[in-house]
């Protein structure tokens, strides 16, 4: 079955503190793994994104780790801001053999930073 | 960037009456566009695949005759929710991914909110 687990459900983080969301997967198939971020009553939006043969992307205050062998990956915000408050998803992508372009999301991660 | 566009935002309507969503790429052309389905504090849960000159491909679960999608041109698919009911009530999102190269993301429309009284 093609789950995407994610953790911890909500997460209260201080300004400037570090955040961390976790994502596992199960599907060696998964060719791509983007993060998205979503605020109330908005559409997802792509914050960064990282293939399987790169164990690490950092764009700014966001970086993924990637674990290929333990099919983990998480996302690092580095100096959280109260902007940052919103949804963030993991999801995966099917891959050749593993559904193509259709993207599976986590269960989503309620991040609070606060002042 | 990418956008994606989506009309409307906010659409109430009574029960047994059906509704048409649109999805549009403004600047690029989709032969694939997505269509998801989020409840109120849940992840999005993908309907179905929107083929440009072709049929729609359904999840599991999802009814064809309810949830009709139509993809007529390289920019706009349309999500058609048949005789509407209370439980149809949910905020529908579309997507579409550039067509070039392999790692191009989806983009997501702002969504639309259906309320069915």
């Known amino acids: 079955q093609q789950q995407v687990k994610q953790s911890p459900q909500s997460l209260i983080v201080q300004k400037g503190g570090i955040s961390i969301i976790n994502c596992a997967y199960e599907?060696?198939?998964?060719?791509?793994f983007p993060w998205y971020q979503q605020f109330p009553g908005k559409g997802p939006a792509l914050l960064i994104a990282?293939?399987?043969?790169?164990s690490e992307k950092k764009e700014g205050r966001f970086t993924i780790s990637f674990n290929k062998s333990a099919k983990q990956f998480s996302l690092h915000i580095m100096d959280s801001q109260p902007g940052d408050s919103a949804t963030y998803f993991c999801a995966s992508r099917g891959g050749l053999t593993g559904g193509g372009n259709k993207l599976t999301f986590g269960t989503g991660t309620q991040l609070k930073v606060e002042l | 960037g990418a956008v994606v566009s989506q009309h409307p935002s906010w659409v109430i309507c009574k029960s047994g009456t059906s509704v048409k969503i649109e999805c549009r790429s403004l600047?690029?052309?989709?032969?694939?566009m997505f269509w998801y389905r989020q409840f109120p504090k849940q992840s999005l849960m993908l309907m179905a695949t929107?083929?440009?000159?072709?049929?729609?491909?359904?999840e599991q679960g999802v009814e064809k005759d309810k949830f009709l999608i139509n993809h007529a041109s390289l920019t706009l698919s349309t999500l058609t929710v048949t005789s509407a009911h209370p439980e149809d009530s949910s905020f529908y999102i579309c997507?579409?991914?550039?067509?070039?190269?392999?790692?191009?993301?989806?983009?997501f429309g702002d969504g639309t909110r259906l309320s069915i009284l």
């Open positions: 599907n060696t198939a998964f060719d791509y």
């Open positions: 990282i293939r399987p043969d790169v």
């Open positions: 997507s579409a991914r550039i067509p070039t190269g392999g790692n191009q993301p989806q983009h």
């Open positions: 600047d690029f052309q989709a032969t694939t």
């Open positions: 929107s083929n440009e000159g072709s049929k729609a491909t359904y």
